[in-house]
């Protein structure tokens, strides 16, 4: 309609159908019983604004839609949300094009042998980023609840969703009672018997229905929780808020949208296509909870990582072209088909969609100068970007050689460094390690993920007189090449390095148990006689290994701490390490606190520690402004 096309909807009435009124598109309401008045309406406007093209959804839109096609002689199209066939077969020669909204659908559509595959096109759903966009800096609740929402139709055909929110709703009453605030954004013919269903078992926490809500009561409500449960659409709508979706449609739990299921989600059109319960254990939904409701940074980056999802699939300007150019070529191949002359089809062609050279060249001259002032406005804001960026960059790689000079100045070893750049440790977290140890002056340090870091904590422990470094590796090769540089310079006697290939981890553990990859870890007879540790640094085993592979190194040593002892985590720039080391702070009772240094520090502290605050060279703590842009370089995963 922005490009003066004219759309006439024919719907059931209903809060769908006055929305589109209120956007002044013209509506038919029909409940499909009365084909004939209904076709007799649609000519009466047929006779106003000539009919281009028909197109429908399945079971009575569609059937409505081929007679009205048929009555009409215009190209028929039809689009499929979910894991149905309507009797395709038995009519797709019809069809000018079958529109599904993910890969999946056309997929499941395929494999029912409907024939004529070269007649599909994936045409996603969209939200509407002017709309929908993404709030960060939420207000927390004055009751410290977390609002968590359902937004979905509450009808039979959405029963396995409802099923699914009973799961979680039921869960949080025991496992976090008092805790969540939750929302319902919908209405339907179960409304009455799913309120009752939430109240009997909301326990603690709250239930309230919200009915239907559009436009900005919708987006509020997405902005709002901290997470949302939503099929389809809705799950797009949620992402494109910067909020966590639970993504869960009628025919399958496609659950958390995260980096290891996003790919299926996009697939399957989040959830629907499925086998419904065959495919689920409410395990599943209790799991993305858990990881939800146990740590706010990891929801913050969800809710960003959901925001690129819809700016890399699910471009409306792009989607909105794509259904346009295929509109174009279904009328134009029917006319071809009807024999009409190349003036027709260039009319309807050009009445359908107007290119823009034409656009261009209807263009007035004032609209010209202020394109030309706009062009020139950007390109000097993306020269200023450029710039800024490249100030960054520069100052970062100051600070990165400025800590690396005090390094090599506190350090008393005679030959060179180990290069710091990839998957080594920074030069700034490897100077504030030297200090501390030097300051603190700890007897047992346990590091997992030997390296630069076992030669600067060694040198460190020969300069303090004292202590004992042990040094878990996992890798044969690195491992080699760490004891060679420790023999180089002496330090081999400071160090106790122990290698043993990872294996199969039987604890706790944040990775999920349905993971693609199992848990595995360093083989616990590596900690043998290990006690009394006050220092533990974790920079290992490889990211690579499993998810939060780093996880277990806490738990295998909580019991061999001293009552001072601190625990440091290299790498917090990635989101797997603060999960890790929040999780660690609540189940052990440590204070955690991060250092914005270049891949980032978590440093776990007990609170009842008496050791006063460590003195660190002027330059360690000096701020870095810049790394709060996220220009931060990415760490491949195949080392740590």
């Known amino acids: 309609m922005a490009n003066h096309h004219k759309a006439t909807i024919v719907c059931p009435a209903g809060p769908f159908a006055d929305s589109l009124i209120s956007y002044n598109i013209d509506v038919i309401r029909t409940d499909y019983s009365d084909y004939a008045s209904t076709i007799e309406a649609v000519l009466k406007a047929h006779a106003t604004y000539p009919i281009d093209l028909v197109h429908a959804h399945p079971f009575s839109s569609r059937k409505f839609g081929l007679a009205l096609a048929d009555r009409l002689d215009t190209p028929f199209i039809l689009t499929f949300h979910g894991k149905y066939t309507d009797d395709l077969a038995h009519y797709i020669g019809k069809a000018a094009a079958v529109l599904t909204v993910s890969p999946g659908i056309r997929d499941f559509l395929l494999s029912e042998n409907v024939g004529a595959p070269e007649k599909f096109h994936v045409v996603p759903n969209v939200p509407d980023t002017e709309l929908f966009q993404p709030v960060f800096n939420k207000p927390k609740s004055p009751d410290d609840k977390l609002q968590v929402a359902l937004v979905s139709r509450l009808d039979n055909d959405k029963a396995f969703i409802l099923d699914v929110f009973v799961d979680a709703v039921e869960y949080a009453s025991t496992h976090y009672s008092g805790k969540v605030a939750w929302v319902v954004v919908g209405d339907g013919s179960q409304a009455n018997e799913f309120h009752s269903r939430l109240e009997a078992i909301r326990g603690d926490n709250t239930v309230e229905f919200q009915g239907w809500l559009e436009g900005k009561a919708l987006r509020d409500a997405y902005q709002s929780s901290a997470f949302v449960f939503a099929p389809g659409r809705c799950a797009l709508e949620t992402m494109s808020c910067g909020v966590p979706a639970i993504a869960v449609g009628s025919k399958s739990y496609c659950g958390l949208v995260d980096p290891g299921t996003w790919q299926r989600g996009v697939y399957s059109n989040f959830g629907g296509v499925g086998n419904q319960h065959k495919g689920y254990k409410p395990e599943m939904v209790h799991r993305d909870m858990d990881k939800l409701l146990a740590s706010e940074s990891y929801r913050a980056g969800l809710g960003a990582f959901g925001v690129q999802i819809i700016q890399q699939f699910f471009d409306a300007q792009q989607v909105h072209e794509q259904l346009l150019g295929i509109y174009r070529l279904a009328i134009v191949s029917h006319s071809l088909d009807r024999g009409l002359c190349s003036t027709t089809i260039s009319d309807v062609a050009n009445g359908l969609v107007t290119s823009e050279i034409k656009k261009a060249d209807m263009m007035p001259e004032n609209n010209i100068e202020q394109l030309e002032k706009a062009l020139l406005r950007a390109g000097k804001e993306n020269a200023g970007k450029v710039t800024r ?27 060179q460094l180990p290069p710091l750049r ?94 693609e990859k199992p848990s595995r870890w360093y083989p616990l007879s590596l900690l043998e006689g290990v006690e009394s540790v006050d220092l533990l640094w974790v920079d290992g085993p490889p990211g690579a290994t499993c998810l939060y592979s780093r996880y277990p190194a806490l738990p295998a040593l909580a019991n061999k701490l001293s009552p001072n002892a601190e625990v440091w985590m290299d790498d917090t720039i990635r989101q797997e390490e603060k999960d890790v080391c929040e999780r660690w702070a609540a189940d052990y009772g440590f204070k955690l606190e991060y250092f914005p240094l270049e891949k980032g520090l978590g440093r776990l502290t007990q609170p009842t520690a008496s050791s006063a605050p460590v003195a660190f060279p002027q330059n360690v703590d000096e701020p870095h402004p810049e790394r709060a842009l996220g220009l931060d370089f990415s760490l491949p995963d195949d080392r740590d």
């Open 389 to 415: 960026d490249l100030i960054i960059v520069q100052n970062r790689l100051y600070t990165q050689l400025e800590s690396l000079t005090w390094l090599q100045r506190r350090l008393a070893i005679t030959g």
């Open 422 to 515: 990839g998957w080594a440790t920074s030069p700034d977290v490897l100077l504030r390690l030297h200090a501390h140890i030097m300051a603190t002056q700890p007897n047992v340090i346990v590091e997992f993920g030997s390296g630069a870091s076992t030669l600067v904590i060694a040198d460190a422990l020969r300069q303090n007189g004292t202590g004992k470094l042990v040094s878990i590796e996992h890798s044969d090769y690195y491992g080699a090449q760490t004891f060679a540089t420790l023999e180089a310079e002496q330090l081999q006697g400071w160090v106790d390095l122990r290698i043993g290939d990872l294996a199969a981890w039987e604890g706790d553990h944040l990775n999920p148990q349905d993971a």
